[in-house]
């Protein structure tokens, strides 16, 4: 059980909870596509916490590698970047095609992958082993998924339409590339 504890396994400890962090995002996945929006939801809580998890055992047993550090961004593309754009899509624009302006929604959609995929592979030429910087520069990608999330649920309420939910999730891509200091917790 060494492995666990040795930051040139690819296995350590921290990596493997990442593993969990992954396993949990395709579990959304595939809830999402089956219209089980709660259990998405919870699937992707849970990759929410093993994300929090990951860092904080890499760096209390001194495990953070550039495996790890680009293993993380893998994880966190799958689970804060297309998770919760293939649930705003399911649970808001499935069937609702007919009557959206597919071009923009589609121009969204490309817009806040790409948004995600560039931050977090700016995070990672940034990133240096076991260093942990004050702020993030930029809405970090779990962040942004929060916020999707809190879209979708102030969608639930009637008050907003399709569009108005669009709009913010352009927004949010946007602001994960910003100049915005968002302190690390």
Not at 80 to 87: D, K, L, N, Q, R
Not at 161 to 181: D, R
């Amino acid at each position: 059980m060494l492995f666990l504890f040795n930051r040139n396994s690819h296995f350590n400890l921290a990596n493997i909870v990442t593993f969990f962090n992954i396993a949990s995002g395709m579990f959304a996945i595939y809830y999402l596509t089956h219209q089980n929006f709660f259990a998405a939801a919870l699937f992707a809580w849970l990759a929410g916490g093993f994300d929090i998890i990951d860092g904080k055992i890499a760096r209390k047993f001194n495990l953070s590698t550039q495996f790890g550090i680009q293993l993380d961004s893998y994880a966190d593309f799958l689970s804060f970047v297309i998770v919760p754009t293939m649930f705003i899509y399911f649970a808001v624009i499935d069937t609702k095609e007919a009557f959206l302006n597919m071009p923009f929604v589609i121009f969204v959609f490309v817009f806040y992958v790409i948004s995600g995929l560039r931050r977090l592979i700016q995070f990672n030429i940034d990133s240096h082993e076991g260093e942990v910087e004050k702020f993030f520069t930029g809405v970090p990608t779990p962040l942004g998924a929060i916020l999707l999330f809190v879209v979708y649920l102030i969608y639930l309420t009637g008050f907003v339409n399709e569009y108005f939910v669009l709009i913010l999730m352009a927004v949010i891509g946007f602001s994960l590339n910003s100049k915005i200091k968002i302190p690390h917790l």
